[in-house]
């Protein structure tokens, strides 16, 4: 009989080992943004203030990983809240081709957003918010979106655009009931709801208790932001309040609700 000849295994050099990790089968991942935007039907309830708070109480955590996006097309005002009344390129320009939208991108108080402007005149036409996101998610770990109030075209575009929503209302019979078209609207679009947070908390006998406004609208409540006048000078003064008066009851809430995020964006 034939001896069996045993082979002797291959041995493996240094330079096997400092192959790039994508040739030994593992995947490096790009980042890929959690679009996650902030709704209301009514206007007035302090959605861009929300916005524009989380955004700046995730800078010192997310540092460029964050953008903001405002995606109130007719009547944009999230740069208001940075001081920006005429920012020097827009998300407008974008739209009209202007610019690339990562070009849009502009660094304001360490935030990174995608300003309105709100000189633009022009009839705003049904945009592809999704798709104009689409280049800018493999940058940042999250997107922060700014929306219309309403459930009109623009806003659904908005909507459909986000991986989940957070929806803001006031403690007010008038605004719940609005409120609640808008938890209809992600229903029927199928996009995941974070929860509420119930803004303009003045703790007056006509306002509906907290317990009250989950109960009548079913979700959870992130959180319950006081009526707070340190609020309306920090819009004034172009800070959003977490840095304007970092130490004011509604700043504290909104690092809350920003260490909320935080968590939810460390699980994907």
Known sequence: MPKLIKKKPKRRGLLSFLKPKRERGVEIKPKQARVIGVFSCKGGVGKTTTVANIGLSLVDHMKGDVLLVDANL?????????GELSPKVTIHDALAGDVQIDEAV???QGVQALFGSIAYGEDVRLVDVRGMLAPLKNKY????????????????????????????????????????????????????????VVNKVRGEPYELPIKEVKKALGWPIISAVPEDRKVRESTAAGVPVVRYASKSPAAKKFREIGEFMLKRVAKG
Not at 74 to 82: E, I
């Open 74 to 82: 007719s009547a944009p005002n999230l740069g208001l809240h940075f």
């Open 106 to 108: 502009v660094k304001c």
């Open 141 to 196: 770990k999250l997107i922060l979106v700014d929306s219309a109030p309403g459930i009109g075209r623009e806003v659904v575009a908005a909507m459909k655009a986000c991986d989940k929503i957070i929806i803001v209302t006031n403690p007010d019979v008038p605004t719940i009931a609005s409120t609640l078209k808008t938890f209809r609207a992600a229903e029927r679009y199928k996009i995941p709801i974070l929860g509420v």
